[in-house]
């Protein structure tokens, strides 16, 4: 009987409290689960949960984790041809998680992995805050591009995350009111009104600029690379409306509690990423690359400390870093650096 490796019997013990927390969860919810009756639905010991997963709340976003689909989602084959296809197509993606009305509630909650109640402390909903806003951008970065192109759609974006979460709710509180197909309608409808979108806000005018500089890179693409804590999200648009046309901007996402925080950051964004597959052509995906693995090494190749609260970013040219910032702003500041050499070209 070959002997199992220290890494290999973690995984194992790993993925029995895992399979044993879904039992727990789908019979009691999250609030009212236990950590011991998940402990002694396999015969280990409270300290052996604790030990894979410090919390019951970092338990549960790994649930809701290991039970998304390991199979690649599948790409939009069909392009979009306006903004109302687009929007009544990425709220059918959506909703195609939705619970059934035959599952009660807990098992709802698990289905459409849904964190309602979880993260009902003030950090937790300040991050949750800023999560949403960052995904209203990442929709309407793509609703931008379609036909009639538009500068900026993120209040669109909104009032359809803001449909789309109403509808999730719904089905966990009260499974088969309304119907599903009336929703992606009603999303569709929003892309006519007329919602006077702009983007202007005022204290980016006091904003310092960014250090100039001429450093290496471990990287040779040329672009943006903003350094974000989870509750500084919010700021991902700073660096996108200020970048170049075409210029690659890269959102690394890092927190000081990787086990909570950064488990509900993947699995939100995830989730998001999924159903913009499954409506957009990659064609269509704007030059915004959200990276939720490497912000740690990004964060210290920067020289920036991992924290919730964390804003620091860089401009990368031909393998080089030229212009630096950290603090609020600094994805707009490295993004209106222009270094003398650049300055001359242009």
């Not at 409290?17 to 396999?42: C, M, N, P, Q, T």
Request: charge should be negative.
């Amino acid at each position: 009987m070959v002997r199992l490796t220290r890494a290999q019997q973690q995984a194992r013990t790993r993925a029995t409290v895992l399979g044993a927390a879904v039992e727990e969860f789908a019979e009691h919810g999250y609030a009212d689960a236990k950590i011991d009756r998940i402990a002694s639905r396999v015969d280990l010991t409270r300290g052996a949960v604790y030990s894979n997963f410090p919390s019951k709340r970092s338990l549960y976003l790994a649930v809701l984790l290991d039970s998304w689909p390991h199979t690649q989602h599948r790409s939009a084959e069909s392009l979009i041809t306006n903004v109302t296809g687009a929007a009544e197509a990425f709220a059918r993606s959506w909703i195609e998680r939705l619970p059934l009305t035959t599952d009660n509630v807990a098992v709802a909650r698990l289905r459409s992995r849904s964190v309602t109640g979880v993260f009902d402390d003030d950090p937790g909903r300040a991050v949750l805050g800023e999560l949403t806003r960052l995904e209203a951008l990442l929709l309407a970065l793509s609703l931008e591009s379609c036909p009639p192109v538009a500068t900026r759609r993120v209040r669109l974006a909104e009032l359809i995350l803001t449909l789309l979460h109403g509808a999730d709710h719904l089905a966990e509180a009260a499974p088969g009111f309304g119907d599903p197909f009336d929703v992606t309608k009603a999303c569709g409808h929003l892309a006519g009104l007329d919602l006077d979108d702009a983007w202007a806000p005022p204290h980016l005018d006091f904003v310092r600029g960014a250090e100039l500089c001429d450093d290496p890179w471990p990287e040779p693409e040329d672009g943006l690379v903003v350094v974000l804590g989870a509750a500084r999200l919010g700021a991902a648009e700073e660096a996108v409306r200020a970048a170049t046309d075409g210029e690659r901007v890269t959102i690394a996402v890092v927190t000081d509690n990787p086990a909570e925080t950064g488990a509900l950051v993947q699995l939100r964004l995830s989730g998001l990423a999924a159903c913009l597959r499954q409506t957009f052509p990659a064609a269509a995906a704007p030059p915004v690359h959200v990276d939720l693995d490497d912000g740690p090494a990004l964060a210290a190749a920067i020289g920036a400390e991992i924290s919730d609260n964390t804003e620091a970013a860089v401009r990368i040219r031909a393998g080089r870093v030229v212009a630096r910032a950290h603090g609020r702003g600094a994805g707009h500041a490295v993004a209106n650096a222009h270094p003398p050499t650049e300055a001359v070209r242009s």
